[in-house]
């Protein structure tokens, strides 16, 4: 059984950037990614990226989101740029063999770490 920890969240004004890690417990070869999800609205796709480094992104985050992965300390990573209001959820890491705007086979989830923007 693979667990996900995630860091890195908290309080920012809009236009600051923060970074977000997840950690693996032991070494996997699917996907890794982020999902987000506010008060009151449905969970969506954030971004993913594969072992090999190849990354996918949700149209939504328009660039000012990159997605990176550390196969040896088992992690990825979600740097987040000119963070808006929009941008504040809880944002979930999640592990599959497919992760992507359209389809999801999600093996494992994190328990969800909080990202607050202040305009």
């Known amino acids: 059984q693979v667990q996900l920890a995630e860091s890195g969240g908290g309080l920012v004004q809009a236009g600051d950037s923060l970074k977000l890690s997840c950690a693996a417990s032991k070494v996997i070869f699917i996907s890794m990614g982020w999902f987000r999800q506010a008060p009151g609205k449905e969970r969506e796709f954030v971004g993913s990226?594969?072992?090999?480094?190849?990354?996918i992104y949700a149209d939504s985050v328009k660039g000012r989101l990159t997605i990176s992965r550390n196969n040896a300390k088992r992690t990825a990573s979600l740097q987040m740029n000119d963070l808006k209001p929009e941008d504040a959820a809880t944002y979930y890491c999640?592990?599959?063999?497919?992760?992507?705007?359209?389809?999801?086979?999600?093996?494992?989830w994190g328990q969800g770490i909080r990202v607050i923007v202040s305009s």
């Open positions: 990226i594969n072992y090999n480094g190849v990354p």
């Open positions: 999640a592990a599959g063999r497919t992760l992507g705007p359209a389809d999801a086979e999600i093996a494992y």
